[in-house]
């Protein structure tokens, strides 16, 4: 009787291994692909080796999240080769991608942006300044870190524009006809016209990225934002750029499509805040009036750039306090990643480096296999192969 008890308990799967309904969404696990910039869009544009890339790390009822696409031509990073999702040959590149997912049965979202003030003026139109919430300039650190130029702060009027660029990159972004946007309860943004003109990539959703340091967080952080008019100053203050940004984004697709990716204790980029926790827990809040799908967090203990530091700050608070889905992320294993989840910390947990280096991780992960270690010098070369889609899978023999 005890052997059968423990076969029976050997065969049951580990909690990161059982299915979760993520909305209208039926997930077979709870192992997400986390956004990770790859630094290989020719051009902004999504290429072909993307294809297998992202093919590579999906599986059945998985959840993949998409490399930040910016939402402007003045979004994108000072680092070549980040992809855009504003124009129609942006959007086309974006759909064998997303096609790929789909005939795998995974379910995929795209990552939308603005960097900020984390630019130079050789990446913007016309050599023009990077914009920002303010005109504190980054600091670049160390010998061959990239040289940012001093950015523009955004005039109060001209940030409802910003927030329109995001509107806009998440309608690109959709998988919509005419009959599905007629349903959506934000519609009226969009004209019938629109919908028969406009050709969609095709995702399942979106992620708004408002952590690292980049233009959302850069309202958000009290260390950067310096505002004096009605987006700084005040915790209320500094998060409204962000909710209003939701706000625009779920009328426009459905909240039921949209996540926010936060890092409230990160100080990547310069971008500190006196009361992280504070912060995370008005946002956690703010986010079930607009009832969108998910919340994507960092945790704390990645406070800087690819780095684990020990803090007895945590994310329950904020878990606790969002109604919807809870995503964790920042330095998981296989053995806190099923914690996170056994003890209700979050309902799904993200893994960056780790997936990169295993595309199969969910199967390494439920054969507790041996797992292929990341290298970090081919993170973000332009090769369409090397540390992108050449590392092996597992050989089994089922």
Not at 308 to 333: C, H, Q, V, W
Request: proline letters at 6%; charged letters at 25%; a negative charge.
């Amino acid at each position: 009787m005890e052997d059968g008890q423990e076969k029976e308990q050997s065969q049951q799967p580990i909690p990161l291994l059982t299915p979760y309904k993520l909305g209208n969404f039926q997930l077979f696990h709870r192992i997400v692909l986390a956004p990770m910039a790859r630094q290989r869009s020719y051009g902004n544009l999504p290429q072909p080796h993307a294809v297998l890339y992202y093919s590579q790390r999906t599986s059945r009822g998985g959840l993949i999240i998409t490399e930040a696409a910016g939402v402007s031509d003045t979004s994108l990073i000072g680092i070549p080769f980040s992809p855009g999702i504003w124009t129609k040959e942006q959007v086309e590149a974006w759909k064998p991608i997303v096609d790929a997912v789909h005939a795998k049965g995974g379910i995929i979202f795209c990552q939308i942006f603005h960097v900020g003030r984390v630019s130079s003026s050789d990446s913007q139109p016309n050599g023009q300044a990077p914009i920002s919430s303010t005109d504190k300039p980054l600091t670049p650190e160390g010998f061959d870190a990239p040289k940012y130029s001093p950015p523009r702060r955004l005039k109060t009027e001209e940030i409802p524009g910003i927030v329109n660029d995001f509107r806009l990159a998440a309608i690109n972004a959709i998988e919509a006809g005419k009959r599905q946007l007629e349903k959506e309860k934000g519609s009226r943004f969009i004209s019938l016209t629109t919908c028969v003109v406009l050709k969609f990539a095709g995702f399942d959703g979106v992620e708004i990225h408002g952590a690292h340091g980049f233009l959302i967080d850069q309202f958000l952080k009290d260390q950067i934002n310096d505002r004096t008019d009605e987006y700084g100053g005040s915790l209320e203050n500094r998060c409204r750029f962000a909710l209003e940004i939701v706000e625009a984004v779920s009328d426009a697709i459905g909240s039921h499509r949209v996540g926010l990716r936060l890092s409230p204790f990160a100080n990547y980029n310069e971008a500190g805040d006196s009361n992280a926790k504070a912060l995370g827990l008005y946002m956690a809040e703010a986010l079930n009036k607009h009832k969108i799908l998910y919340c994507h967090m960092v945790e704390p203990r990645m406070k800087t750039l690819g780095e684990k530091s020990e803090t007895a700050d945590s994310l329950m608070p904020m878990r606790k306090a969002f109604n919807g889905t809870f995503i964790a992320a920042g330095g998981y294993n296989r053995e806190d990643g099923d914690r996170a989840v056994a003890e209700n910390q979050a309902d799904l947990v993200a893994y960056g480096r780790l997936f990169l280096a295993n595309p199969d991780l969910p199967r390494r992960f439920e054969l507790n296999a041996s797992l292929n270690k990341y290298h970090r010098d081919t993170f973000y070369t332009s090769d369409p192969v090397v540390g992108y889609t050449d590392y092996p899978f597992l050989e089994t023999n089922d």
